[in-house]
Structure formats: C-alpha cells, structure tokens
C-alpha cells in the first residue's frame, strides 16, 4: 500500500507540472510520512541519508565536468568549426544543410555528451541558415533534433556515467559499447534525411573545393581530438571517465585562451557557473531518486515487476520487446534521469539473471531512452529546438515522425543482435 501511494505522489506531483527532482523527493516524503502510522515505521533519518549517499560518487564528478567543456565548446566556436566542416563534407550531397546537421550532431557527440547541448549548440548555427535556403522550419527543428539523440550514445556521455554509477558496471565499457549503435543511429537518420529532402527538392550546398576542405578539416582538428584524447585516454587505462572529464575540460580551455585567443575570464567564469546551475539540477534529481530507489527495493518493486513480466512470458526476447516498450511509453511522459535511476536497480538484476549482458542492455536502455528525448508531451529536444527556432512542438514532432521509427528500428536491432554492441567493449577490456 505504501509503495503504491509512493508511486501515485509521483506521478499526481509530475503531472501537474512539478519540477521532477521535488516530485521525486515529495513522494519517497510521504511513504516515509505514511510508514510512520504503521508498526514498521521507516526512520525518517534515512531521507537525508540517501540523498546524500547518493550524490557521494567520484564517477558522477565527471558529470559538472563534461557539462563544463560543453559551455566552453559553445563560447569558443568549437562548434562553428564542425559545423564548416561537416559541411564541407556533405554540403553538396541530397539532404544539403539537413544532413549537414546529422552529421555536425555526430561529430559533437563525441565532444559533450549532452543530447540538449548538442542540439542547442548546432541548432544555434544552423537554423537561420536552414530557413534562409528555403528549408521548412519544422523540419530543419526535427532533422535538429533528432540527429541530437546520438549525443550520449557515442563516447564521452554523461548518461553513461550516470548508469555507470547507479548499477556500479564499467564506465569505459559503456563508451565503447556505445560507438557502433551510434554509428548505426547516424546512418539511419543521414539515409532519412538524404530520402525526404530528394523529395522534397531541398536546395544543395556548393561542392567545397579541395583547398576548402583542407581549411575546414584544420580548423576542425583541434576540436576532433577531444573525443580521442577522452575515450583513448580510458581504453589505454591512462585516466578513469572522471579524470578525462578533466583533461577534455582542460583541453577546451586550452583552446580557446592558447589557440583560438577568444576565450576571457569572464566567459570562463560564466561557463562555469552554467555548469554549476545545470549539475545542481542533475544532482538534486540523483539524490531524490536514491531514496526513491531504495524504498522501492525495499517494497520488492523488483520483485513485483519480475514476478508480473515473467507470469505473461518466460521468453527473453518477449521480455526485452515488452521492456523497450515500456521504457519508449515512460520516456514520454518522464525524464530520463529519473527513469534510469528508479528502474535500472530494478531491471539490471533481473536481466542479468536471464542472461543478458549488463553493458549490452545498458546501451540498449540508454538508446531506448534517447528516443523519448524527440517525443511529447516531456520531450526536451523538442522543446529547446521550439524554443530556439520558434516553431510549436507539435509541428516539429510530425516532422520527426521518420526519425522515431527509424530509431525504433535501430533500437530493436541493437536490442536482438547483442554483438554490435559487445564487439569493442569484448575486443578492449575482456581478452
């Protein structure tokens, strides 16, 4: 009974708009409020303990600095450069300026490992541009948008060091687990866009010539090494994920005050502060989640779950088709985060017990989750490309319908073909 009025606290508080984090906290509150009425009260000592466990995790210091190299990105043109360059590659291909998106999101995953800042940074510079060249504005927000879910797929990704964290699996695993499901997420949506925009006769970029490139591909360097120094950096055992962290954060500030010589002090400290602003969020939300997540286990939610998934069907594929599509249905009614920290403790066991391997079904829970980020009513990408290119949320989820289906496609592939996943993680740390 608890735990079912936890569950309903939840759900009534986010639906009427709370902000998740105190949504969370006010429910894990009231059980412990309500448990106080019957003969096996729950200290309430241990809402302030759990929070704070929590957020006690040297992994999740990667988090603020990741965040950090995002903003400094942005500020110092890191991602203009890619852009030019992604253009040069592509510009003059069906799909023009649309593709020249997907393929610019790609490349800047690897960078910030942020879905909402590559698809603000990239949707900042190429809107305007999209719609002068006659672009329909509520496809250039979905082509945007979409393309911004490879964000925390491709290494370095502050989701992956999230789940890392809450089920204790390897960091460095998750990256490289991640590469080809990227790789597979960008030729799916450069196939859709190059598809619709033949279509629809979407004008072409001028073909860049040699010396173009050569220009573009310079520029672009400096900001291609980052993801390099980041994931080489774990694989070779040189640095753990939060260290790179430091080392790519250090590595934009190097730069933007050494090479570029456009980075001031007070662009850094502005930097830092919106890092600050955006970790307080993140990790307020871990530290409500954890109580969340430890009063559920204590009510055997995982075992209620497990019981009720295994009473329809006792086959592993019925079971992970029937999981992906209750995490597609939450991702859009929820965030992310929260999803990942209340039912990864509850998931992760009773896959693992079948059988299925923990990194290869974190990187399919993470896709799966990505994909929520491109659908209302809580989809934030589309939120924050409405925002920045004016156009209704709606709108743009039409557009993007492609897009969803495709990166279900993508997810189910992943999902029953365990093997693309496990390829680099099994070549690098299990020999």
Known sequence: MLLISMIVVLFVFSLLGMEIAWAIGLAGFAYLTLSQFTDGATPMVLFAQQMTSGVNSFVLLAIPLFIFAGELMNVTGVTRRIVNFAASLVGHRNGGLANVGVTANFIMSGCSGSALADAAATGTVLLPEMKKRGFKPAFSSAVIASAATVGPIVPPSISFVLLGAIVNISVGQLFLGGVVPGILMFIAMFAVTWWICKGRAYPLEQKASGRERRIALFEGTSALIAPIIIVGAIIFGVATPTESAAVAAFYVLFLGIFVYRNLS?????????????????????????????????????????????????????????????????????????????????????????????????????????????????????????????????????KEAVPYFFILVGVLLVITFFPTLTLFLPDLVFRQ
């Open 265 to 397: 002090i007070v662009q850094i400290i502005n930097c830092a502060s919106h890092a600050a602003v955006a970790t307080s969020v993140i990790m307020l939300t871990v530290a409500t989640s954890k109580i969340f997540a430890w009063l559920a286990v204590k009510e055997n939610l995982g075992v209620h779950l497990t019981n009720a998934l295994l009473w329809v069907t006792d086959e592993l594929w019925l079971l992970l088709l029937m999981i992906n599509a209750m995490l597609l249905i939450l991702g859009m009614i929820m965030e992310i985060l929260p999803i990942m920290l209340i039912l990864a403790p509850v998931l992760f066991p009773l896959l693992t017990g079948l059988g299925v391997d923990e990194v290869h079904f974190g990187v399919v829970m993470v896709l799966n989750l990505m994909i929520g980020m491109i659908t209302p009513p809580i989809g934030l990408n589309l939120f924050i490309i409405s925002s920045i290119g004016g156009v209704g949320v709606i709108e743009i989820f």
